[in-house]
């Protein structure tokens, strides 16, 4: 569970990492199911609905740089977004009633070249009726400075959305060049295997390309507070109420006064945010 000082320093920060989040065997379960499905790309040649490749994969040597939606990949995956270890630390922040937004992902920064994720908010991505919404992040590797820690930008879940457009387009990514967006300050968040971190959706945060000879594999889960209802609307109800991993749905939306930029129009390459921010006129991290 999160101490009193952890969960002010999410209040405040926005973000909090949480050394023991998951149980040695758990750890080592998640780590042979996410080597499986990496090598289940071997012989592919395009993206798939589950992988997405890395720009320098071959079939001879397969490299992902994001496996998409796990949760419906595996039933491990399944298993985990329920977990009580994690939901013993989300309760304190958004309370008993807890939904799964969607899949999840697992982002894979390989060895040497990793690839690096643009300064954005998932927020920008799906506002919602209220900000009771945040990300987990499952380490499968020790994180450090040189494998492309998540950078984090303190405080900044209390500040503006900022534009994620580029070309008149969303393109998931803030332009710091043209917003004036001062990184100057962000923390980059180390920790071991099986630590966890949570950010709030609002954090502005990146990371960089993975300069070392070490992979660095985080699983990301995003959870919402289950009477925060997405803005862009629900299709199916059914499906949208399958995905409550904790406590009972309610059809009562909570409303806040909430910043909200709409995510249109649509990024013209779609799949995975990496192929959102090819769209970004000016670059930031180098790739």
Partial sequence: MLTDAQIEQYRIDGYVV??????????????????????SAAGATEHTSVLDLDPAHTAEFPRVRRIKHPYFAHPFYRDLARDLSIKRSLTPLIGEHIRLRT?????????HDGAPVEWHQDW??????????????????????????????????RGPIYDHHSQGVFCGAIDIQRTGLDVSKAREL???AGAMTIHHARL?????INHSTRS??????VYAACDAWPL???????????????GSPTLNPRMENVPVRMPLPAAP?????????RALENRYFAT
């Fill in 103 to 111: 899949g999840g992902k697992i982002n894979l920064k390989l060895a």
């Fill in 190 to 192: 180390h920790a071991p």
């Fill in 124 to 157: 920008a991505f799906y506002p919602h009726t209220n900000q009771d919404v945040l990300a987990i992040g499952v380490h499968l590797d020790d994180v450090a400075s040189d494998n492309g820690p998540l950078l984090v930008l303190p405080g900044s879940h």
């Fill in 204 to 208: 502005v945060h990146g990371s960089a």
């Fill in 232 to 246: 862009a609307g629900v299709a199916d109800l059914d499906e949208f109420d399958s995905m409550i991993m904790h």
């Fill in 216 to 221: 660095r594999r985080i699983l990301f889960y």
């Fill in 269 to 277: 390459n779609q799949g995975s945010i990496y192929e959102n921010q």
């Fill in 18 to 39: 949480v050394e023991r989040g998951i149980e040695p065997h758990t750890l080592s379960e998640l780590r042979r199911v996410t080597d499986e499905l990496v090598a």
